[in-house]
């Protein structure tokens, strides 16, 4: 069983920044690969970023290549997502979540993944 717990959220101007924290419970942070999630209002959750169990292998969606940078602290059971040039678009409630996976593997889709935390918002004024 692992918990999830996201920080980090608020309120930024546009070209701001802000780093999301997300702390796992337990003691098999790093046989999970980890994703961040989000979700504006009016449209279906997506994938952001995801790492795998020992960081390795990243993924960014398009939309946010060159300004998140995803990473991880085993040791601390903690997965960041460090978020600069900030758009109003990036505007949504973002979501940390894990799935038990081989070394390397990123899954991409929502469904796959088991754990998720509660969210925290993320706002984004123009």
């Known amino acids: 069983q692992v918990q999830l717990v996201e920080s980090g959220g608020g309120l930024v101007q546009a070209g701001g920044s802000l780093r999301l924290s997300c702390l796992a419970s337990?003691?098999?942070?790093?046989?999970?690969?980890m994703g961040w999630f989000r979700q504006a209002p009016g449209k279906e959750r997506e994938l952001v970023a995801n790492i795998s169990r020992a960081g390795r292998n990243i993924y960014y969606t398009d939309s946010v290549k060159g300004r998140f940078t995803i990473s991880r602290d085993n040791a601390k059971n903690t997965v960041y997502l460090q978020m600069n040039s900030l758009k109003p678009e990036d505007t949504a409630i973002y979501y940390c979540?894990?799935?038990?996976?081989?070394?390397?593997?990123?899954?991409?889709?929502?469904?796959?993944?088991?754990?998720w935390g509660q969210g925290t918002q993320v706002t984004v004024s123009s």
């Open positions: 979540a894990a799935v038990f996976s081989s070394a390397g593997v990123v899954p991409k889709r929502s469904n796959e993944y088991g754990y």
């Open positions: 337990g003691r098999t942070f790093s046989s999970h690969a």
